[in-house]
C-alpha cells in the first residue's frame, strides 16, 4: 500500500514507478490487482469514457463521481485525481475547496494539477493543508487552445529551461512527484537528474523514474491513441467479439 512518502522514496530505486488511468471500478480493480503502484483518475476521462475531444470540458462532478467509484474499488495502489480545467488557478481558495472536495468526499489520497507559474503558491497551500500534489509539466493538455494542438514541448532551449525551473519550483513548493508529458527524453533525463522527487514520464522516453499511460490506450480501446502510447492487448476486439457473438446468439435462437 505505498503512501506519497514511499512514492517520494522510490526515485532511489532502480524498480520504475507504475502508474496508469482509471476511471470505474472494474478496471481500477483490475489495474489495483496487477500490483499497478498508483491510479490518476485522469481528466483524459473526457477522451477516453465521456465522448469529447478535449479534457476541456470535463467538470469537478465528473472528477469526483469516477474517484468515487475508483476508490471504492482500489485496496493497494494510491489513487490520485487530476484537478479539472479551470478548477484551480483562477484563485487558489477555490483550487483548496476543489482540491479538498476530491480528497474530502470523493477519498482521492492526491490531487495532480497541471502546472505554471501560477500553480506555485497553490501547491504550497495544499500542501501544508495536507494535499498530497503531483506537479505535471510539459505538454498540458488544459492548455490545447492556446500551445494550438498536442506538440511536443521544451524543444527550445528556453522552453527546455523553463520546465526545468518550474520543475524545481514545484519540488520546493513540495510536490511529491511530477508528470512530465511528451518532452524529449534528453530533457527528461536532465529534469529527473536534477529532482530528488520522481519524475513519471509519459511520451518522455525510458530514463524517467516511472511511467504513466491513459489505460484504454494501454488495453486496446482507444479510438485514437497519442503517438507515444503502446497498447499491450486488443480489448476493443474481444468486446466487438463479444458483443456480436451476443447479437448472434439471440437472433439464431440459441441464447437463452
Ligand atoms: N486516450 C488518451 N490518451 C492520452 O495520452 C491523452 C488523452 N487521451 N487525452 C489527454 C491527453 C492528450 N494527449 C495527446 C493527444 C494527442 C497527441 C498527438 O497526437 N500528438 C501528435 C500531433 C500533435 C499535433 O500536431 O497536434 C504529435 O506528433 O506530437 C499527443 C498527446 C495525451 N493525453
Ligand atoms: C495522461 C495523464 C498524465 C493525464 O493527465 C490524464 O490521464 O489525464
Ligand atoms: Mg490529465
Do not use: C
Not at 489495474?31 to 469514457?49: F, K, Q, R, T
Not at 469529447?52 to 490520485?80: I, K, N, Q
Not at 493543508?129 to 498540458?140: K, R
Amino acid at each position: 500500500m505505498p503512501t506519497v512518502q514511499d512514492i517520494r522514496q522510490a526515485s532511489a530505486d532502480t524498480t520504475p514507478l507504475t502508474m496508469l488511468t482509471a476511471y470505474d471500478a472494474p478496471t481500477a480493480a483490475i489495474v489495483d490487482a496487477a500490483g499497478v503502484d498508483m491510479i490518476l483518475v485522469g481528466d483524459s476521462m473526457g477522451n477516453a469514457v465521456l465522448g469529447y475531444d478535449s479534457t476541456l470540458p470535463v467538470t469537478m462532478a465528473d472528477v469526483a463521481s469516477h474517484t468515487g467509484a475508483v476508490v471504492r474499488a482500489t485496496e493497494d495502489a494510491l489513487v490520485v485525481a487530476d484537478m479539472p480545467f479551470l478548477s484551480y488557478g483562477a484563485d487558489d481558495d477555490t483550487g483548496i475547496e476543489n482540491a479538498g472536495q476530491l480528497v474530502k468526499e470523493a477519498g482521492a489520497s492526491a490531487v495532480k494539477i497541471e502546472s505554471g507559474p501560477h500553480t506555485v503558491a497553490l501547491t504550497e497551500r495544499l500542501v501544508q493543508l495536507g494535499i498530497p500534489v503531483m506537479a505535471h509539466l510539459g505538454l498540458t493538455p488544459q492548455r490545447v487552445n492556446q500551445v494550438g494542438g498536442y506538440t511536443r514541448q521544451g524543444t527550445t532551449e528556453a522552453d527546455a529551461q523553463e520546465i526545468k525551473d518550474l520543475a524545481r519550483r514545484h519540488e520546493e513548493a513540495g510536490a511529491f512527484s511530477l508528470v512530465l508529458e511528451h518532452v524529449p527524453s534528453e530533457l527528461a533525463a536532465e529534469v529527473t537528474a536534477d529532482l530528488d522527487i520522481p519524475v513519471i514520464g509519459i511520451g518522455a522516453g525510458a530514463e524517467t523514474d516511472g511511467q504513466v499511460l491513459v489505460l484504454t490506450d494501454v488495453v486496446g480501446l482507444s479510438a485514437s491513441p497519442p503517438p507515444f502510447a503502446e497498447s499491450f492487448g486488443d480489448v476493443r476486439g474481444e468486446m466487438e467479439d463479444a458483443v456480436a457473438a451476443y447479437r448472434e446468439a439471440v437472433e439464431d435462437g440459441e441464447f437463452p
